[in-house]
């Protein structure tokens, strides 16, 4: 069993940075791999960004690519989304998520949710 919640949502300027973190409660938090998805209102939840049990491989959408970047710290049970370079269309409530599959998987876990909402 794994409980996530996540932090660090808020209002930004277009160009702005963000940086969303995921605290994990669980004795098992680093056998699961990691996602970040994110949700705009009237549409469905999108796949952000993944990461390995291990943190040695990363996974992004295209539309993110370049622009964000996941990362884990085991020994703290945290998952981070840095956010860099926002544009109105990153506006979202984005969610923790964890899986003991592959990141492409189903996940077994959630957080209950960050809103992001960026200005132009």
């Known amino acids: 069993q794994v409980q996530l919640v996540e932090s660090g949502g808020g209002l930004v300027q277009a160009g702005g940075s963000l940086r969303l973190s995921c605290a994990a409660a669980?004795?098992?938090?680093?056998?699961?791999?990691m996602g970040w998805f994110r949700q705009a209102p009237g549409k469905e939840r999108k796949f952000v960004a993944a990461?390995?049990?291990?943190?040695?491989?990363?996974y992004y959408a295209d539309s993110v690519k370049g622009r964000f970047t996941i990362s884990r710290d085991n020994a703290k049970n945290m998952v981070y989304l840095q956010m860099n370079s926002l544009k109105p269309e990153d506006t979202a409530v984005y969610y923790c998520a964890a899986t003991s599959r592959s990141w492409y998987g189903e996940y077994d876990y959630w957080g209950q949710g960050t809103q992001v909402t960026v200005s132009s």
């Open positions: 669980g004795r098992t938090f680093s056998s699961y791999a």
């Open positions: 990461i390995s049990w291990s943190g040695g491989s990363t």
